[in-house]
């Protein structure tokens, strides 16, 4: 039922300040600093052994994935590979029996990550499921695993799964750093606040779509987008251009926002919008150079900001300024602004966003 809303789509957007609280429910609690996933519990000795991490999945799962990478690495101190179910399964990969492979899956039924976690269990490798459907192909097929509580995810673009899938890692990644003591007691304490919090600042950004939607009618002729990033910022660029093409049928391209001087800065002209994730504090005037870039060649600017944020303000056409949490957790939050304005586009161009053209909401095929 989508109740008071026009798609399944924007309801499902709406309604991730929710699905990630269900997703955290008895998992964690800030003030008395403790996290609590039932599937690690379970392997904690296996895991805490494991010499790598390898991370398999497709789509916005992977980009989900590509945040874990950071997380785990950044937190746990664990390397991590994160591969696309497709290509893994069918080059010969090094697996062990030490590595713990983490397969993240809305549907749970997606055939090339099936296929690839046979593999690796074939290798002896532990598997740790990531999946929002109860009872799916992956979650029976792993060794362990935690579920994500979005409730059903109807349209085909991903958006509550992506945001809990990023909840759920970061709790992994969480409980890893608890166990191996990688972290400060403190910053634990810090951060599981922030994640305690952070439906309420998701719920904050939400109140951005008006904004968004006058962005969107404004671009919703453009051919071509650049969504650009860095750090936990990168993953959500791709994440936000995967968003576009799906449902709207521009092409749009996500890239790291220092990658850009080496090839797509030819693109950038006055026709070209560009949409800049720029609320990380630790690379702060490395995007503002990144943005003087682009406006030096006239490309259109729409820049995701901290609230209060001056420097960039002054050189975008627009700023959609969003809520400042820890740089960890800010996937979750600018990920938002950017499916809303997908969403938008899509709809001004008058696309079918539930069911857009060619995609089916599990791959069950490889
Ligand atoms: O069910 P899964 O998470 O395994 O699906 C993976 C991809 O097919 C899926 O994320 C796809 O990319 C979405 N349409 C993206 O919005």
Redesign the pocket.
């Given at each position: 039922e989508k109740g008071n809303f026009e798609h399944f789509m924007l309801k499902e957007i709406y309604e991730q300040p929710k699905a990630i609280e269900d997703s955290l429910r008895g998992r964690m609690n800030a003030s008395q600093g403790w996290i609590k996933l039932g599937g690690l519990d379970e392997y904690i000795n296996r895991i805490d052994k494991a010499e790598r991490f390898i991370i398999t999945?497709?789509?916005?799962?992977w980009h989900s994935g590509m945040i874990g990478e950071y997380l785990l690495e950044d937190l746990a101190r664990i390397p991590v590979e994160v591969e696309y179910a497709s290509e893994f399964r069918y080059r010969n990969p090094i697996i062990r029996d030490n590595d713990v492979v983490i397969a993240?899956?809305?549907?749970?039924?997606?055939a090339d990550?099936l296929a690839a976690i046979e593999l690796a269990k074939e290798r002896q490798a532990l598997i740790y499921g990531i999946c929002n459907v109860i009872g799916s192909s992956i979650a029976r097929a792993s060794h362990a695993g935690s579920y994500t509580h979005a409730g059903p995810e109807i349209g085909?673009?991903?958006t509550k799964?992506f945001s809990t899938q990023v909840s759920i890692i970061t709790l992994i990644a969480l409980q890893i750093a608890q166990v191996k003591g990688t972290i400060p007691t403190s910053k634990m304490r810090e951060i599981l606040y922030e994640l305690e919090n952070i439906s309420k600042k998701i719920e904050e950004t939400l109140l951005l779509n008006d904004q968004i939607k006058e962005i969107a009618a404004i671009y919703k002729d453009a051919n071509n987008f650049l969504y650009l990033g860095r750090g936990y910022n990168f993953p959500v660029a791709l994440e936000g251009a995967?968003?576009l093409k799906?449902i709207s049928y521009i092409h749009a391209e996500g890239y790291p926002a220092a990658e850009m001087k080496h090839g797509p800065i030819a693109l950038i002209d006055e026709n070209m919008p560009v949409v800049f994730l720029a609320t990380n504090k630790s690379a702060y005037e490395k995007i503002v150079s990144n943005v003087q870039e682009v406006k030096a060649r006239k490309g259109k600017i729409i820049a995701v900001v901290l609230k209060g944020d001056t420097q960039i303000a002054e050189l975008a056409d627009h700023v959609i300024e969003v809520p400042e949490t820890e740089e960890i957790l800010s996937p979750l939050i600018t990920i938002v602004p950017l499916q809303l304005l997908a969403y938008h586009i899509a709809i001004m161009r008058g696309c079918n966003v539930d069911q857009p053209r060619n995609?089916a909401k599990?791959?069950t095929v490889e």
């Open positions: 999945a497709c789509g916005t799962s993240i899956s809305q549907s749970g039924e997606t990550t085909v673009a991903s799964a995967l968003k799906e995609l599990s791959v």
